[in-house]
């Protein structure tokens, strides 16, 4: 089965620096994967989707990048601000054993923007 | 409506006793999900509908899981005897289509006293 790692745990950064999240992905390479944003007490919200012939995505202040050799994506939030502070959660599309289709996520990287 | 909704939003309960979680997705949107959230851990995956229908119901945690979705529309996630071990944020998410965004309610808090 698909198996998903966050760089890290947690991440701080001063406000101004870009931050930057690592997701790995372990057997074969996705169609696409997503990111999402998770505050304390909330659901997962949505943020970008990169497919597999997509080299990078923007979306304002966010660039994600999907390197289907390194089994890799990168999530970069640049002039980050205190409100950006998150868990920042990385997902991919999977399939069990009886072929149903199921929307696997990391656990997750949490990160703090410093003032 | 706008969202997705979940129902209750908290839940407290005795143990041994059956829950029944309930989830209104986006209307129109064939995927719907269900994941389990552990207080500081990440999302774990229960079960997917494809309209109606969900193929593999493996990803739940034992027996005393069992989920439905009626159509297109709601769908329930029961818990029966509940463990202390149950406790966590139950989730639901649905989507347009099986590659498309997710889209998440706020979560049922359940809590097994």
């Known amino acids: 089965s698909q198996k998903i790692e966050q760089n890290s745990e947690a991440l701080n950064i001063q406000e101004g620096k870009t931050a930057t999240l690592t997701c790995n992905y372990t057997?074969?390479?996705?169609?696409?994967l997503q990111w999402y944003r998770q505050d304390p007490g909330r659901g997962p919200v949505f943020l970008l989707l990169?497919?597999?012939?997509?080299k990078e995505k923007r979306k304002e202040r966010l660039k994600v990048t999907f390197d289907t050799t390194l089994k890799q994506s990168l999530f970069h939030i640049t002039a980050s601000q205190p409100a950006d502070s998150a868990t920042y959660l990385c997902?991919?599309?999977?399939?069990?054993?009886?072929?149903?289709?199921?929307?696997?996520f990391g656990k997750g990287t949490k990160l703090s923007v410093i003032p | 409506g706008a969202g997705v909704s979940q129902s209750p939003s908290n839940k407290v309960t005795e143990k041994g006793k059956d829950v029944e979680l309930r989830c209104d997705p986006i209307?129109?949107?064939?995927?719907l999900y269900w994941y389990r959230q552990r207080l500081g851990q990440g999302l774990e995956f229960l079960i997917y509908?494809?309209?109606?229908?969900?193929?593999?119901k493996s990803g739940l945690p034992s027996d005393r899981f069992s989920a439905e979705r009626t159509g297109e529309s709601v769908s329930t996630l029961t818990i029966q005897r509940t463990q202390q071990e149950d406790s966590a944020v139950y989730l639901c998410?649905?989507?347009?289509?099986?590659?498309?965004?997710?889209?998440f309610g706020q979560g049922t808090r359940l809590t097994v006293v």
């Open positions: 057997n074969y390479s996705p169609a696409y």
């Open positions: 998410a649905s989507s347009l289509y099986e590659n498309t965004e997710a889209f």
């Open positions: 209307s129109g949107h064939t995927a």
């Open positions: 509908f494809q309209g109606n229908s969900a193929p593999d």
């Open positions: 997902a991919l599309p999977a399939y069990s054993g009886a072929g149903s289709y199921q929307l696997t």
């Open positions: 990169i497919r597999e012939n997509e």
